[in-house]
């Protein structure tokens, strides 16, 4: 096990980078301490994998150092960087038995058969595999091909890291439940660094520590799924973290004060910086429906079990807001109030309010 550092990564994929548009990854700084259940949290495209695929060393970085520990590996290949990395799709031998397939990170090194049978039966009750340890693997749903996959990962327990690059794709929802809670109690168990790629929101909430959001190359906030949710520090966070997502409503700063179309509203702290783009940020979760407020007009409402959602319009602006019981109906004209101190100010997109104590 490592601690993995990794120090002003830069990469591109084209020979001669003219400018930093040229890069997939920009400038990227992170510490992970040994032992932890991290996620790496971002859109199709934003340099996720590659982030991935240069810790394990089947990229080289164009700028920067990977370090496990003290040591400086970035130019080490995989085989010498003592890693496990699971892929987004099945990796596995066809013409094996799910057991061989388990033993055989195993037996590639060396380990004696007692312990193999040991940690292969481990790892096949943990993924529910144990009835299947003599069939071939060629016989196998592709969702249980990828539990073969994942296993082989997590079979060898002398791994610096485990990496998985999202490995649930073709895995059914139910199960996917049931892997991550899995994957966490081993996790919990072995306290092996893991880190786990994901677009899924939920996959790396429920799973990690501590969740690093990505966009366009760069890491836009590093923290733990509370924090992420409750003051995202990139309207990229709230929008993307949240079902539905934080409202962005574009405002005027006047005198130290925040307009919402005509309407002062008051945010959690004072406003440190109103320069450039000034919006408003706050989740559904803290818009309520009241007796005052900011005039609007219900224009749909989507019920989802648990609760409503409902999209009011202020103007032109739509405005989510979560609502328990029933819902006023299309046209109904409400008023809006906003939690003070679960509003905020960002300016170009940055948070740019005093946090509430």
């Not at 193999?116 to 016989?139: G, Q």
């Not at 899924?200 to 992420?228: H, K, N, R, W």
């Not at 004072?270 to 005039?295: C, M, N, S, W, Y």
Request: hydrophobic share 40%; aromatic share 8%.
């Amino acid at each position: 096990m490592a601690k993995i550092t990794l120090e002003s990564l830069y990469h591109s994929y084209l020979p001669n980078p003219a400018g930093l548009e040229d890069y997939v990854l920009k400038e990227i700084e992170i510490s992970w301490k040994d032992g932890g259940a991290y996620a790496l949290l971002g859109p199709s495209g934003c340099g996720k994998s590659t982030l991935l695929n240069i810790i394990s060393g089947l990229l080289t970085p164009s700028r920067g150092r990977v370090r496990f520990d003290d040591a400086d590996v970035t130019s080490l290949p995989p085989d010498q960087r003592n890693i496990a990395q699971v892929f987004q799709f099945p990796v596995v031998y066809d013409t094996l038995t799910v057991y061989d397939n388990l033993a055989f990170p195993l037996r590639n090194r060396g380990v004696k058969e007692s312990r193999v049978d040991t940690r292969v039966h481990e790892i096949a009750t943990m993924l529910e595999l144990e009835d299947s340890l003599t069939t071939r693997a060629s016989n196998l749903t592709p969702d249980n091909k990828q539990k073969i996959s994942m296993g082989r990962g997590l079979v060898r327990d002398d791994v610096n890291v485990i990496m998985f690059d999202e490995p649930l794709t073709v895995i059914d929802p139910e199960l996917k439940w049931k892997l991550r809670s899995k994957l966490k109690e081993l996790h919990q168990k072995i306290e092996v660094t893991m880190i786990y790629v994901t677009h899924d929101q939920t996959e790396a909430l429920t799973f990690a520590d501590e969740v690093v959001v990505m966009q366009d190359g760069e890491i836009v906030q590093i923290g733990t799924p509370v924090e992420l949710f409750e003051r995202p520090h990139h309207t990229f966070v709230g929008h993307f973290i949240g079902s539905p997502g934080m409202n962005i409503l574009p405002c005027e700063v006047v005198e130290g004060a925040a307009f919402f179309r005509g309407h002062k509203v008051e945010l959690e702290g004072a406003i440190l910086k109103p320069e450039g783009r000034t919006e408003i940020g706050v989740r559904p979760e803290f818009v309520r429906l009241d007796k005052t407020g900011i005039p609007a007009v219900i224009r749909k409402a989507s019920d989802i079990g648990r609760h409503t959602v409902v999209e009011a319009m202020v103007a032109d602006i739509a405005v989510n807001a979560i609502f328990y019981g029933p819902p006023p109906a299309k046209g109904t004209e409400v008023y809006l109030s906003l939690v003070a101190d679960k509003t905020r100010l960002y300016s170009d997109n940055w948070i740019s309010t005093e946090a509430s104590e």
